[in-house]
């Protein structure tokens, strides 16, 4: 059991370091769901909640930051969409209040949003869809990615999580990288560490926590629903 540990915490030291977090996963944000209540339970318990913006305003965003910030002393991030009219406006309302981690999502991320994050003192988080994009984000300063497969839930690519894992992984190891995408078990998560990932990223299981203020209906859903149940909202 020990040397299990051991393994364990070699595997995502990477991930734990750079989150700052007990466990290297991060809580995958997802607008309207992941708000102060799940993300601070994310942290409080040792993993990285991340507030989604969505369509948020800067002064919304202002609000649900300082609410999260007073139910967790621990660390979380902020997802934001790249397609947001007020993007800079976010990207500052998150550097005010000292959010150590941006998340980049919805596209792909300009090079100047890259630059006012890290000037600003947060790392940056991007979503890499194939190994040539990956390489490029890297070059225009990312500090870690995300690896998003198609059975993830929200928007989606393409190409399946262990593909996009197996094209990406073992070419870049400048940078932390996180899988995200059908994750639903540990052995799981195991297996992605193994292949050289930092850690995962989990989405749709947290949507059912007691914690999540998604409608018991719409959790029960999800508990009841199997594999083939799942159906993609918009074409890949
Ligand atoms: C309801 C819902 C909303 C989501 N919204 C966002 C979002 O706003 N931004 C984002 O980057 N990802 C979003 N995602 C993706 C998650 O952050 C995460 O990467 C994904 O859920 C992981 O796959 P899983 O659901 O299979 O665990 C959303 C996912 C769900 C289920």
């Known amino acids: 059991m020990i040397a299990a540990?051991?393994?364990?915490?070699?595997?995502?030291?990477?991930?734990?370091?750079?989150?700052?977090?007990?466990?290297?996963?991060l809580g995958g944000a997802m607008t309207w769901?992941?708000?102060?209540?799940?993300?601070?339970?994310?942290?409080?318990?040792?993993?990285?909640?991340?507030?989604?913006?969505?369509?948020?305003?800067?002064?919304?965003?202002?609000?649900?930051?300082?609410?999260?910030?007073?139910?967790?002393?621990?660390?979380?991030?902020?997802?934001?969409?790249?397609?947001?009219?007020?993007?800079?406006?976010?990207?500052?309302?998150?550097?005010?209040?000292?959010?150590?981690?941006?998340?980049?999502?919805?596209g792909l991320p300009g090079q100047p949003s890259i630059k006012r994050i890290r000037d600003g003192g947060a790392k940056v988080?991007?979503?890499?869809?194939?190994?040539?994009l990956a390489k490029r984000i890297v070059r225009q300063g990312a500090d870690a990615l995300v690896i998003e497969g198609a059975e993830a839930g929200g928007h989606i690519g393409p190409v399946s999580t262990s593909?996009?894992?197996?094209?990406?992984?073992?070419?870049?190891?400048?940078?932390?990288?996180?899988?995200?995408?059908?994750?639903?078990?540990?052995?799981?998560?195991?297996?992605?560490?193994?292949?050289?990932a930092a850690g995962c990223q989990l989405g749709t299981l947290f949507a059912c926590a007691n914690e999540s203020i998604a409608h018991d209906k719409f959790k029960k859903a999800f508990i009841r629903a199997s594999a083939r149940d799942a159906v993609p909202s918009a074409p890949a």
């Open 5 to 25: 540990h051991k393994k364990l915490n070699a595997l995502w030291a990477q991930g734990r370091t750079f989150l700052g977090t007990e466990y290297a996963l």
């Open 33 to 106: 769901v992941s708000e102060r209540n799940l993300v601070s339970a994310l942290s409080n318990a040792g993993g990285f909640g991340v507030i989604a913006c969505g369509a948020m305003t800067p002064d919304l965003l202002d609000i649900e930051i300082a609410e999260t910030a007073a139910l967790t002393n621990k660390p979380f991030g902020v997802n934001l969409i790249t397609m947001h009219p007020q993007l800079d406006d976010l990207i500052d309302v998150c550097l005010r209040h000292a959010v150590g981690h941006i998340i980049l999502a919805g």
């Open 125 to 132: 988080i991007c979503f890499a869809p194939t190994l040539a």
């Open 163 to 196: 593909i996009l894992a197996q094209e990406i992984l073992p070419f870049i190891k400048e940078i932390p990288i996180f899988i995200a995408g059908g994750i639903g078990r540990g052995d799981t998560v195991l297996a992605y560490l193994e292949l050289g």
